[in-house]
């Protein structure tokens, strides 16, 4: 992913992680236009998400994505440090970096769940929003 869209991917969960707290908006917003190719969604219903987004060059399946929920962890210097991951919304494959706080007993199958929910629900909006057939 080129530099430049990995900075506004996590420039942009910086900036909704900040002031997205008191939003009640469901939408896309980059520049006023929404976009297939990168943007964010902010969810309040099942839960609370911001899911910033950028579709990987020369695919229309693959999309890096950063997640923001109310569990995020805090770095030390109280910036809320976003969850990463990387997904083939085809094929349903996920590589991820998991920064939410877990709880004590079953990390490995609490952090597999919601990896898995997540990315099916970016999936989900992003087919539902774009109303497209790519996967």
């Known amino acids: 992913m080129p530099r ?6 996590l420039s942009t969960s910086f900036a909704i992680a900040a002031f997205g707290q008191h939003s009640k908006v469901f939408g896309v917003n980059v520049g006023g236009t929404p976009m297939e190719k990168y943007g964010y969604f902010d969810v309040n219903k099942p839960e609370k998400y911001v899911f ?3 579709r990987a060059v020369g695919s229309k ?3 890096g994505v950063g ?6 962890a805090m770095a030390d210097n109280g910036l809320v440090v976003p969850t990463a991951f990387f997904i083939d919304c085809k094929n349903q ?7 939410q706080e877990l709880p004590a007993e ?4 609490w952090s597999l769940e919601t990896m898995a929910y997540q990315a099916k629900l970016f999936c989900h909006l992003h087919k539902k929003f774009f109303k497209h057939s790519n996967w």
């Open 4 to 9: 430049r869209l990995l900075k506004l991917l």
């Open 52 to 54: 910033s987004y950028a």
């Open 61 to 63: 399946t693959e999309f």
């Open 67 to 72: 997640v923001t929920t109310p569990t995020q």
């Open 93 to 99: 494959r996920v590589s991820f970096n998991l920064m």
């Open 106 to 109: 079953h990390v490995e199958k």
